[in-house]
């Protein structure tokens, strides 16, 4: 049902944890299956330097978090902002159609952190001026 690399981000997950003054800190929970996703972010001059993750959750949603983080540390802002669940889930080598919803929580999550950056800093992101955090990620 899941792929070896699926398998191999729950059982060993990247990059747990949190940030000590972190430049960027996003939350995101979907209370329907009690899935709840805290990232944090480190920014220095537009890139992410390190990326930590919280995720209560199931081992999708672990995996899709640890898998998000890896593909943004030392991205810039813009190039996290092109991070989908779609690509996430494809990084993972795919998802089963009822796990979706568990990378659209990694997407939202690095989204809400960038906000919150962009908020702390009164900077700009492209992108994030429609994104809402407490939309039902079950709905898009």
Do not use: W
Request: aromatic share 4%; proline share 4%; glycine share 8%.
């Amino acid at each position: 049902m899941y792929s070896e690399k699926v398998m191999e981000h729950f059982q060993n997950p990247r990059n747990v944890g949190e940030i000590e003054n972190a430049d960027g800190v996003g939350e995101v929970g979907n209370p329907r299956c009690g899935d709840i996703m805290k990232m944090y972010l480190k920014i220095e001059d537009g890139i992410i330097i390190d990326v930590k993750f919280k995720t209560f959750g199931c081992g999708s949603a672990i995996a899709s978090s640890s898998m998000a983080t890896e593909l943004i540390k030392g991205k810039t802002i813009e190039e996290a902002m092109e991070i989908t669940n779609k690509k996430v889930a494809e990084a993972l080598d795919g998802l089963p159609p009822i796990k979706m919803h568990c990378s659209v929580l990694a997407e939202q999550a690095i989204k809400s952190a960038l906000l919150d950056y962009s908020k702390k800093n009164n900077i700009h992101i492209d992108g994030l001026d429609d994104f809402n955090p407490d939309d039902d990620a079950h709905h898009h």
